[in-house]
């Protein structure tokens, strides 16, 4: 059975779109979460929304900071670094599961994207987007070989 051509839809989209197995999606994440998802103890990303896509993920890292959580998480002894990449994909994950419930004390809802195989990218500088997005050909080509 060939299973090249099966599709998902993805969340965001009007009418439904086709995503071929192996097809990169990005997602965009405030720092410190991105920094905790790449490098740290973060199986899991809160989203009000949810998806079906399942598959690989490269991290962006957003322009903005939140500045509350980075205190609050000092406060608790959760390592950080002490400066932030932002504006820019430093990571990748498989996003495994979106779900409702989690164990994980990184699970706050209303909807988590359950992320596996996490791990930190050589920095890719260049816009973020809302929701799962498409990277260019350009972020496709940087990556080549290091994904």
């Not at 002490?82 to 419930?101: F, K």
């Not at 195989?117 to 920095?123: D, E, K």
Request: net charge positive; charged share 20%.
């Amino acid at each position: 059975m060939d299973l090249s051509h099966s599709s998902k839809p993805i969340h965001g989209s009007t009418e439904e779109m086709l995503v071929p197995p192996l097809e990169w999606r990005v997602l965009s994440v405030r720092q410190p979460w991105a920094w905790l998802i790449c490098y740290g103890p973060k199986p899991v990303e809160n989203r009000t929304w949810s998806t079906k896509y399942r598959g690989q993920l490269l991290i962006h890292a957003s322009l903005e900071i939140d500045l509350e959580a980075v205190a609050a998480l000092r406060l608790r002894d959760v390592y950080l670094p002490r400066e932030y990449v932002t504006g820019s994909i430093v990571g990748r994950a498989q996003l495994i599961d979106c779900v409702d419930q989690h164990a994980s004390p990184w699970f706050v809802g209303p909807w988590g994207l359950v992320l596996d195989q996490r791990r930190g990218l050589p920095v890719f500088k260049c816009r973020g987007k809302l929701g799962l997005w498409r990277p260019t050909p350009e972020i496709m080509a940087f990556y080549e070989g290091r994904l």
